[in-house]
């Protein structure tokens, strides 16, 4: 007793009791196609409510061969965009009869594999991960004969996984395409770093579309393993302290932008009117009308419903193969971008 209430479980058995029946018609009755009298089952579906009854899920699934229980595994849920795709997914998920089990791996190889193993246990007909590092593939590559599984926003099409992705060097490219139509030459790419192929793409995206113009391509590189606002912010302050050599800033994510753009108000700098700010995501908060940011989209419902698509596809059929798609970005034009300025730069 706890509070003067049991806090014991309610089981098929308290149901049978309080419904006048037997435990294998309670059983027959939460049992999809079994059959039982309609009135029966009526009446002990509104015992269930009226009690509370949840059932045992694992043990459904060690009967019934599944769980309609899905893994996702995002590096961390404070990631804008991360935690836009997995709401996407939720919703197709539900809408498909499955459930999800969100899972933060906290951009760490030893939290991802110890993901896997509980999603394991808790027998989860497949699993949707986005991978925190290059390593991410072989830490985990024991688990996927086990498990089907979706690789969400990497590229891996030299590995024997299924993945959905967005073309992140075409979505870069068209950013210093966008600039240059704006009149910008000196264009800093900010927040370059190797962790992931996403990044890696990006960054040789405008690195190949500076070449292709005849532009010099100009580099911050991330010294931080996370794309945060804190970052951005940080980096940004670092920046703005040395003479300015660009006109534009092209943030390799949405949430390093935002960082910039809080560095730059704090230091006096206006924007787009000293310098253009061009970030990449287009998460929720770029539209906001303070912030307006510029940016390349990241189709996050597209990419959702094709990764659950592909992860059902690959539970119906055992896993027998495996499939890559690779959506493409596009451009957001807002306010954050404009004409290069005509003063000298500073």
Request: proline fraction near 5%.
């Amino acid at each position: 007793m706890v509070n003067g209430r049991d806090s014991r479980r309610v089981t098929i058995k308290d149901i049978a009791r309080e419904a006048g029946v037997s435990y294998a018609t309670v059983s027959r009755a939460l049992s999809e196609g079994k059959p039982v009298n309609e009135k029966t089952r009526q009446k002990i579906l509104e015992v269930c409510q009226r009690m509370g009854y949840t059932p045992n899920s694992v043990a459904r699934s060690m009967v019934m061969g599944e769980s309609r229980l899905l893994g996702v595994i995002i590096p961390s849920i404070d990631n804008p965009f991360m935690s836009e795709t997995a709401y996407h997914i939720e919703r197709y998920a539900r809408e498909q009869g499955y459930n999800i089990m969100l899972c933060n791996s906290f951009h760490s190889l030893d939290f991802e594999a110890q993901t896997f193993e509980l999603l394991l246990g808790r027998q989860v007909d497949g699993v949707l991960f986005f991978p925190s590092h290059r390593e991410s593939y072989h830490n985990i590559k024991k688990y996927l004969k086990q498990v089907p599984t979706v690789f969400v926003n990497e590229h891996l099409s030299d590995k024997p996984v299924s993945y959905v992705a967005t073309d992140n060097f075409q979505g870069s490219q068209l950013g210093v395409e966008y600039l240059l139509e704006l009149g910008h030459r000196q264009i800093l790419y900010l927040g370059r770093n190797s962790n992931t192929a996403t990044h890696e793409l990006r960054a040789k995206g405008y690195h190949h579309a500076c070449q292709k113009n005849g532009l010099s391509p100009l580099f911050w590189d991330s010294p931080y393993e996370d794309t945060t606002i804190e970052a951005g912010y940080e980096m940004a302050k670092e920046l703005f302290r040395k003479p300015r050599y660009y006109t534009a800033i092209m943030a390799s994510t949405d949430t390093l932008a935002l960082g910039v753009l809080q560095a730059a108000e704090e230091l006096g700098i206006a924007i787009p009117g000293d310098i253009s700010l061009l970030g990449f995501d287009n998460i929720r908060y770029a539209a906001l009308p303070k912030i307006n940011l510029s940016t390349i989209e990241q189709p996050k419902q597209a990419m959702a419903t094709a990764a659950m698509d592909m992860l059902l596809e690959s539970i119906a059929n055992d896993y027998e193969a495996y499939s890559h798609r690779v959506l493409m970005p596009t451009l957001v034009r807002r306010s954050s971008c404009g004409p290069v300025s005509p003063t000298p730069l500073a």
